[in-house]
Structures are given as C-alpha cells and as structure tokens.
C-alpha cells in the first residue's frame, strides 16, 4: 500500500500531508500566511514565495513526525504544479522533485482544481465517478463533470471574478480585513437578506457560465450611498451572500437538468459557507441529486487534498510522473492528465 508525502504552495498556504492507502491520511498540517499579507489587503506574490521557502521544510518535518512515517518510507511525492501563483508553485516544485530525485522515488505534479474536488471522495465510498463538482473558491469558480479519474469536462466558469474574489473584495469594501470571505459570511447570518435590491448575475441568461464583478460594483454603490452603520454592514452583506446564494444555485440547478448525473461534490473556500451549503442540500434534494462536502478544515487550501489526488493517481497508473520540476501557473482541468 503506498505512501504519498504532498506538498501544496500554489497561493498563500504552505500545507503538507502523507497519506498512506492502507491506513489513510495519517497527518496534514497547514501554515497560513494570511496574517502576512494581511496589511497589504491581499496576497502580495513575491512575499508569498518567501514565506514557503521559509517553511516548507518545517512544515514537512512536522506531518513526518506526527504521522511516524519516514522520508524512506515514502513511495512518491505529490505537489501542486498548478494553477496558482508561478513563484510559489516553484518552490514547491523545485523542493518536492529534488526530495523525490535524492530518495529514488517518482514526484507527481498534481492539479490544483483536481486536488480540491476530490478530497470530498476521502473516507466517501458513497461518491461514484461520474459526478458533478461545483468548485468555489478564491481563484476559481467552476462547475465540472468529473467522468471518472482524470476526465473532466469544464461546464461553466466565472467570466470574471470568482465567488472568493467576490466575497473578499465586497468585504474590503465594507472595511473588513483580509481574506474577508469568512467574515463577511458571519455579518450575513445576523442580516436581512431583502434589505437591498442586489441584481441577480446571470440568470436569465442562455448557458451555464456565471459573473460575479457586476455584482461587487453594485455593492460598491450601495455601500457607498449608505450611513455605513453596522447594521447596514450586516444588511448588504447579507443582501450580497443572497444574491451570489441564489444565482449560482439557479445556474447549478440548469445544469442538473441537463447532464447526466446524480452526485454533487461542493468543493473549495466558499464551500464552507452556511448559507451556499444549506441552498445546495435543498436544490440537491429537488433535483435528487445526493450532495457531498469535503470536512470544512479541507474546503480551504490543504496538504490533504494533494497527497490524496497524488495517491489515487499514482495507484490507478493515472500520475503523469516526471523528473522534470512542472510548474503551470495556468492550467485547464480537462489537461490535468495531460
Ligand atoms: O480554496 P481556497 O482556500 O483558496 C483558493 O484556492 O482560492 O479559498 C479561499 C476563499 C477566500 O476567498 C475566502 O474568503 C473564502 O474562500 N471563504 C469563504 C468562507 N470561508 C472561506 N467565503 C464565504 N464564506 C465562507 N464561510
Ligand atoms: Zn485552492
């Protein structure tokens, strides 16, 4: 049974995990970097980059030891070649090949979107290829269908900001700190969600894809027109949360109609919110569909999700395995077994 050391530094999380095919994830460790980036108001890349090759090592000693597991023991290293930001990647790149090239063992470029989607499957036997996958998170939103491992097809994606970017950015705008999202989401669930009449993207619109950036602009105005209280914080967030709510919900619901599936994986940052969670299981129920989240400490970036993804595709023959450092800071799902 094989055990896989990831390693994910594709944005502002250095993570690592091993998980072993007998035994499952035996450890998984996250350093945030948020609270560097923080005074700058988002990710800065350069910082970044230096903040993972201040602690990868670190990172990886520690999910070493917590899980009891050696670096002879190991029998292939997974990282994040991408999508994400180019620095970053490299340094994950470059320390995951040269561990793996000194120990003997294959490193497996492993797809960051891949990643997200299928540690819902972990300790899920329930989840079956083929399945529908909406992913959102900071840098991504997208709704896929995952065939089976390895074959994806891109259905819809945002055509500007994705769902993150658009909760970050609406919750810089009300003056709240860095990433934002999670706070924002929290003022929402004490907010009258009809308080302001936010447009809906999208949703009369022919296909599938969706758009969030008008969306901020008129939470801009709103906000900007407003006493700025912290009751009218709470109103527009929640005015804001239901309106991204409801247009992805209604896009997803399209798409259900039209593909043949009957399993939805929810994956990435947003996943974790309440409100998203909630419309999903009812809109699953409607359309019966069964509705799958990952453990919300693995929505966000992780270790987990890529020593997992770099597992099953190095049982199943489906790794793409290279001694050469694969960095792909632009890098289309349906590729990912390219
Ligand atoms: O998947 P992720 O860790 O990073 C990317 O790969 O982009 O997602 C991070 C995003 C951030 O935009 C963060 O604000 C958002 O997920 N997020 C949330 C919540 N928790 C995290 N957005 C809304 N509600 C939440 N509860
Ligand atoms: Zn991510």
Redesign the pocket.
Same mark, same amino acid.
């Given at each position: 049974m094989a055990i896989v050391l990831g390693i994910e530094t594709s944005?502002d999380e250095t993570a690592a995990a091993i998980y072993c095919g007998e035994n499952g994830l035996l450890s998984h460790t996250i350093h945030s970097q948020i609270p560097l980036h923080k005074i700058y108001g988002g990710v800065v890349p350069e910082l970044a980059s230096r903040d993972h090759v201040n602690k990868l090592i670190e990172v990886v000693a520690e999910v070493c030891e917590e899980s009891g597991i050696g670096l002879s023991d190991l029998d292939a290293i997974a990282y994040t070649a991408g999508p994400g930001l180019a620095g970053a990647l490299m340094v994950g790149s470059g320390f995951a090949t040269s561990l793996a090239m000194t120990l003997g063992i294959p490193s497996l470029p492993t797809h960051h979107l891949e990643a997200?989607v299928l540690i819902a499957m972990l300790d899920v036997e329930k989840i079956k290829f083929p399945f529908l996958a909406l992913l959102v998170? *900071? *840098?991504?939103t997208q709704i896929i269908l995952a065939s089976a491992l390895g074959e994806y097809k891109l259905i819809a994606e945002t055509l500007d900001d994705a769902i $993150?970017?658009a909760?970050?950015k609406s919750a810089k705008m009300m003056g709240m700190p860095y990433? $934002? $999202?999670?706070e924002l989401?929290s003022l929402a669930e004490d907010g009258d969600p009809k308080s302001f009449d936010l447009p809906r993207p999208m949703i009369n619109r022919p296909g599938y894809d969706l758009s969030f950036s008008g969306l901020k602009t008129a939470v801009f105005q709103a906000w900007d027109k407003s006493d700025k209280s912290d009751e009218t914080k709470r109103n527009l967030a929640a005015s804001f949360q239901a309106a991204v709510v409801e247009s992805c919900c209604s896009r997803l619901s399209k798409v259900m109609q039209n593909v043949t599936a009957d399993t939805l994986v929810v994956a *990435? $940052?947003?996943a974790?919110?309440k409100s998203l969670r909630d419309n999903l299981i009812s809109l699953a129920a409607t359309n019966s569909y069964d509705v799958y989240f990952p453990a919300i400490e693995l929505c966000?970036?992780n270790g987990a999700m890529i020593a997992y993804t770099g597992y099953l595709n190095y049982v199943n023959n489906s790794a793409v395995m290279s001694d050469v450092m694969q960095v792909k800071p632009r890098w289309p799902i349906e590729d990912a077994f390219n």
């Amino acid at each position: 049974m094989a055990i896989v050391l990831g390693i994910e530094t594709s944005c502002d999380e250095t993570a690592a995990a091993i998980y072993c095919g007998e035994n499952g994830l035996l450890s998984h460790t996250i350093h945030s970097q948020i609270p560097l980036h923080k005074i700058y108001g988002g990710v800065v890349p350069e910082l970044a980059s230096r903040d993972h090759v201040n602690k990868l090592i670190e990172v990886v000693a520690e999910v070493c030891e917590e899980s009891g597991i050696g670096l002879s023991d190991l029998d292939a290293i997974a990282y994040t070649a991408g999508p994400g930001l180019a620095g970053a990647l490299m340094v994950g790149s470059g320390f995951a090949t040269s561990l793996a090239m000194t120990l003997g063992i294959p490193s497996l470029p492993t797809h960051h979107l891949e990643a997200h989607v299928l540690i819902a499957m972990l300790d899920v036997e329930k989840i079956k290829f083929p399945f529908l996958a909406l992913l959102v998170s *900071g *840098g991504h939103t997208q709704i896929i269908l995952a065939s089976a491992l390895g074959e994806y097809k891109l259905i819809a994606e945002t055509l500007d900001d994705a769902i $993150g970017e658009a909760f970050d950015k609406s919750a810089k705008m009300m003056g709240m700190p860095y990433p $934002g $999202g999670r706070e924002l989401a929290s003022l929402a669930e004490d907010g009258d969600p009809k308080s302001f009449d936010l447009p809906r993207p999208m949703i009369n619109r022919p296909g599938y894809d969706l758009s969030f950036s008008g969306l901020k602009t008129a939470v801009f105005q709103a906000w900007d027109k407003s006493d700025k209280s912290d009751e009218t914080k709470r109103n527009l967030a929640a005015s804001f949360q239901a309106a991204v709510v409801e247009s992805c919900c209604s896009r997803l619901s399209k798409v259900m109609q039209n593909v043949t599936a009957d399993t939805l994986v929810v994956a *990435g $940052g947003v996943a974790a919110n309440k409100s998203l969670r909630d419309n999903l299981i009812s809109l699953a129920a409607t359309n019966s569909y069964d509705v799958y989240f990952p453990a919300i400490e693995l929505c966000t970036d992780n270790g987990a999700m890529i020593a997992y993804t770099g597992y099953l595709n190095y049982v199943n023959n489906s790794a793409v395995m290279s001694d050469v450092m694969q960095v792909k800071p632009r890098w289309p799902i349906e590729d990912a077994f390219n």
